[in-house]
């Protein structure tokens, strides 16, 4: 059998396509990886037979196609890690997969005014009120999960609540955001992740610029 496919954009910005890829890297999911650079040529003449949504990432396995980062996460977590990448008890289950739906729906101004962007380090974007809030509601939120579950990670040990957050942990350092101490704390071991690591370091290798997700100065 031909080991699944993850179909990604560029590494360097595309925070969903990393969400992905993180939940098949900690599920430990031998795979291939198609990386196709956001708005190309040749990502406009590809995605539509690789992704019914024409968006990234999607994954194949086999004849199965799974779009959307949620959903791949949680097929990951079923087929090969067996279900130990959330909670063992239902209502920790429950609440990883809450604030999990929480980032996936929500933080629209965080994600619109500070896109992922791997090679913005030392950069700074104007924080409004309405930017503010995200930022506040995030902090609080890792500030809980930290004292109930006795960190380094949200639920403790790494889970797919992180697989959510880590891009949101990236942009807070790069655009080096003034955190409470919980938060930096978690930004710190998201920093330290080997597969974070590796992500990042392809990312500030790439060359190409997409406008629109070059924020800050």
């Known amino acids: 059998m031909s080991k699944p496919l993850l ?9 969903w396509s990393l969400r992905g890829w993180l939940a098949l890297r900690k599920a430990g999911v031998d795979f291939e990886e198609l990386r196709l650079p956001l708005d190309t040529e040749e990502f406009a003449q590809r995605i539509a037979e690789l992704s019914p949504t024409g968006r990234v990432p999607v994954l194949h396995d086999g004849d199965l196609r799974v779009w959307d980062s949620l ?7 079923e087929r090969w890690a067996g279900g130990t990448l ?16 929480e980032m996936h729906a929500g933080f629209l101004e965080l994600r619109a005014r500070m896109p992922m962007n791997c090679r913005a380090e030392q950069r700074r974007v104007a ?3 309405a930017l503010q809030a ?18 380094p ?26 955190l409470p101490a919980p938060a930096r704390a978690y930004r710190a071991t998201v920093f ?5 690591h590796a992500w990042m370091a392809a990312g500030r290798e790439e060359t190409e610029i997409v406008e629109a997700d070059e924020a800050g100065a």
């Open 192 to 196: 330290a992740d080997a597969d974070v």
């Open 134 to 151: 995200d930022i506040d509601r995030v902090c609080s939120l890792w500030a809980h999960c930290l004292a109930t579950y006795d960190g």
């Open 153 to 178: 990670w949200l639920f403790g040990e790494f889970s797919l609540a992180d697989v959510m957050y880590v891009p949101v942990a990236i942009r807070f350092g790069n655009y080096q955001v003034d």
């Open 86 to 101: 959330l909670p063992a008890d239902d209502g920790d289950r429950a609440h990883a997969r809450a604030i999990m739906a």
């Open 7 to 15: 179909v990604i954009g560029n590494k360097n910005y595309s925070s």
């Open 127 to 129: 924080i409004d009120a």
């Open 71 to 77: 959903a791949i996460a949680e097929y990951a977590n």
